[in-house]
């Protein structure tokens, strides 16, 4: 069974950093590609950044977060990181973690979702 649990949401105030971890569990192969996306209050689901580790750590970021957040692997085994900088107010969301077998691409059509972890920016 594949579990994806995130990690490290909270309250900031603009312009401050938080670090989300996401770590995966149960996956047959290690040839996959990670995820983050977030969804704030009734809107649709966003991806936000992607990791292929297999092809020398492919990422790619939504428009709105380039050169603010950096998506990386930990030392540990699938564990993943969302580093997020200069936080804006516009940020805060509900932040997800997914894996799936695919590409690194932001649509939502990954098949291993975490339950979510809450980043709330103050402004």
């Known amino acids: 069974r594949v579990q994806v649990v995130e990690s490290g949401g909270g309250l900031v105030q603009a312009g401050e950093s938080l670090r989300l971890s996401c770590t995966v569990s149960g996956l047959t192969h290690d040839d996959y590609t990670m995820g983050w996306f977030r969804q704030a209050g009734g809107g649709e689901r966003e991806g936000v950044a992607c990791l292929r580790g297999e092809t020398g750590g492919t990422t790619t970021y939504a428009a709105s977060v380039e050169g603010r957040f950096t998506i990386s692997e930990g030392n540990a085994k699938n564990t993943f990181y969302l580093q997020m900088d200069s936080l804006k107010p516009e940020d805060t969301a509900t932040y997800y973690c997914?894996?799936?077998?695919?590409?690194?691409?932001?649509?939502?059509?990954?098949?291993?979702w975490g339950q979510g972890t809450q980043v709330t920016v103050s402004s």
């Open positions: 997914a894996a799936d077998f695919g590409t690194c691409r932001l649509d939502t059509q990954y098949n291993y």
